[in-house]
């Protein structure tokens, strides 16, 4: 197939009854030999768009790299910024497409608002990296950048998982704090370089009651969709009786989330010592609200030549809160006792109390190495233990 003559079809599909636009998705029709149509079009709806009809020298990628990953030999460190980018060399279609997708990228993996495009600040930094560069519209990305790339994003998904012979599904629903109800299903499978591969199919809002039933209906339809349905070998969930129930429907074996299991444990063994822990959150909450406390604390820290570490609060829905809470006391326990005698603070933490805080860390510690290293990997859960994240 020969390869389109004008350049404006960079920004148009080939479809029948005309071009469809790659930004906006709207079809739009020419004749035969002209492509006036067309160029009105970007012209019109797009004004941002490059369009040369002769194509200018492509900006290569080592053009787009950042000058930091040169050397001080490799670069002239003097030279003005004008000189990577000669006013005699506008900005090929294809170098705009790419950057435009690694904004579009930026966007989505850092949670940004689509108008950050129209953030003064944002377009003089960008200005300022290339002044040959002009950013697209909020509607350009949201309506035309988008889709394509989730669509071309779900073709190599599809490609990927046709590829696989077994497939294992992960699973949870669950409500949020507005109320609404969701549900995400994940794919795993080893690819042909023996590679443990993952890819999330679906998440969006499941409006029906959580039923057993349901929720294999709805498994069925995601699988069906990307026609893996028969290569379905185990479902991972929590250990919930409708998601137990939605395995047997699914006819696939059934396999309890490990850390949901292993939180479970450390939840069913908890109220064992809630007498201390009871008292332990007292401590906490009042370091919490009182400012005075909190900056004495500081101040105790400081002239004992001790970690400047604030005190953590448990949170019921949030797995290891109670061990990181428990830690920190412990590792608090000097500053915090000459916090509270000078204070005149009432605790009634005794000393069975701290023996008691003192051995639950070391079991506890031990189920939280467990659950970061089974998601984390090891290196990062031996800097959780290490206090790095702290």
Same mark, same amino acid.
């Given at each position: 197939?020969?390869? !389109? ?42 004004? %941002? ?12 990628? *080592?053009?787009? =790299? ?40 930026? @966007? ?40 394509? $790339? ?16 077994? @497939? ?50 709805? @498994? ?11 290569? $379905? ?22 396999? !309890? ?15 064992? /010592? ?46 290891? *809160? ?15 006792? *000459? ?13 069975? =109390?701290?023996?008691? /805080? ?10 939280? %190495? ?21």
């Amino acid at each position: 197939m020969a390869l !389109p003559t004008s350049d404006v079809w960079l920004h148009y599909v080939k479809s029948e009854g005309g071009g469809k636009c790659r930004y906006c998705q709207q079809v739009v029709s020419y004749t035969k030999g002209s492509t006036s149509n067309l160029k009105r079009h970007l012209s019109r709806k797009h004004p %941002t768009v490059p369009l040369h009809r002769n194509n200018p020298p492509s900006t290569t990628d *080592s053009e787009l =790299d950042s000058p930091l990953e040169c050397t001080s030999a490799e670069r002239n460190v003097s030279s003005p910024l004008a000189n990577y980018f000669p006013s005699n060399k506008a900005m090929s279609a294809e170098s705009k497409k790419k950057i435009d997708t690694l904004l579009l990228l930026m @966007i989505c993996k850092e949670y940004q608002p689509f108008s950050v495009v129209e953030n003064e600040y944002f377009a003089r930094f960008v200005k300022a990296l290339n002044p040959k560069y002009v950013l697209p519209t909020r509607k350009s990305i949201s309506n035309g950048a988008l889709p394509a $790339l989730y669509n071309d994003t779900l073709k190599v998904v599809q490609t990927n998982l046709l590829t696989a012979s077994t @497939i294992s599904l992960t699973a949870d629903c669950w409500t949020s704090i507005n109320n609404d109800s969701f549900c995400a299903v994940t794919a795993h499978y080893i690819n042909s370089k023996y590679e443990l591969c993952s890819q999330l199919l679906d998440c969006s809002e499941f409006c029906k009651s959580h039923t057993g039933k349901n929720v294999a209906d709805l @498994i069925t339809n995601i699988t069906d969709s990307f026609n893996i349905t028969s290569k $379905l070998v185990t479902l991972v969930t929590d250990n919930a009786s409708n998601m137990l129930s939605a395995a047997t429907l699914l006819n696939i074996s059934h396999l !309890p989330c490990g850390a949901h299991t292993l939180n479970l444990v450390v939840k069913d063994a908890l109220p064992k /010592i809630s007498s201390t822990l009871e008292k332990v959150k007292n401590v906490v909450m009042h370091f919490k609200k009182s400012s005075k406390a909190a900056n004495k604390l500081s101040e105790m820290q400081t002239s004992l030549n001790h970690p400047e570490l604030k005190l953590k609060q448990d949170c019921p829905t949030r797995w290891n *809160s109670t061990y990181d809470m428990l830690d920190r006391i412990k590792q608090n326990r000097i500053p915090l006792a *000459s916090c509270i005698a000078t204070l005149k603070i009432k605790s009634k933490l005794d000393e069975d =109390d701290w023996c008691i /805080i003192e051995q639950a860390t070391k079991i506890l510690k031990l189920f939280n %190495t467990v659950f970061y290293r089974r998601n984390y990997g090891r290196k990062n859960s031996d800097n959780f233990n290490n206090g790095v994240f702290n």
